[in-house]
């Protein structure tokens, strides 16, 4: 169950689809057996007619044997909602750049512990593993992070992810302290708004919200 988790929203009702093919199956079976055959000299002159359709009989009987069942797995792949990692998709299909626009909560809040750490450098932490995983992929992504206490200045803009400025870039957040202000949420994703709306020409845009 746990590797169909990383492919699937519900990855139980595709398996309760997978036990539901044997519905039709057995509906087949059952359906056979409900015809006793009872010798009748009459209709010995249809037998021959009947031995050409038996064939063709079979072969439709097996089609929708073969559609019921295919039903049954479409509506449990349907329930259990899959879906491929961005990782994969990316892979799959023609590289293209992203432009990744990060607003990052620094308030007085993010200075809560979350363990024995602060929830500031547990944020900090997912952002550095997003650059070392968009540098891995070397598809010319670009970074764009915002901060909810000071929206209107951006600590970068439209910043090259790639392996050689990863490491200045990770330097950058680990440089990053929480600031003694509110969160200004409205503000920084009206900010974010603007900044979408004025990169119209940038293909694929990601909105991360930490």
């Known amino acids: 169950m746990s590797w169909l988790s990383t492919w699937m929203f519900n990855p ?21 057996r409900r015809f006793r055959i009872v010798d009748w000299a009459a209709m010995d002159f249809l037998f021959d007619a009947d031995k050409k359709n038996r064939r063709r009989i079979r072969l439709e009987n097996l089609i929708l044997l073969l559609l019921r069942c295919l039903a049954m797995v479409l509506l449990g792949l349907m329930l259990a909602r899959p879906f491929l990692p961005s990782e994969l998709a990316g892979r799959l ?95 920084s994703l009206a900010e974010v708004r603007n900044y979408v709306e004025g990169n119209r020409s940038t293909a694929n845009q990601v909105v991360y919200v930490l």
């Open 12 to 32: 139980a009702l595709l398996l309760a689809g997978g036990v539901a093919v044997a519905a039709p199956i057995i509906i087949h079976l059952l359906n056979k």
């Open 93 to 187: 299909g023609q590289a293209q750049e992203f432009q990744r626009i990060l607003v990052l909560d620094d308030s007085l809040s993010q200075r809560v512990m979350v363990g024995n750490r602060p929830a500031f450098d547990e944020a900090k932490d997912r952002v550095k593993q997003l650059l070392q995983s968009i540098s891995r992929d070397q598809n010319g992504d670009y970074l764009t992070l915002f901060l909810t206490s000071r929206p209107d200045k951006p600590v970068m803009v439209n910043e090259a992810v790639t392996g050689d400025s990863v490491d200045n870039l990770i330097q950058l957040i680990d440089e990053l302290q929480c600031s003694d202000r509110v969160a200004k949420y409205d503000e």
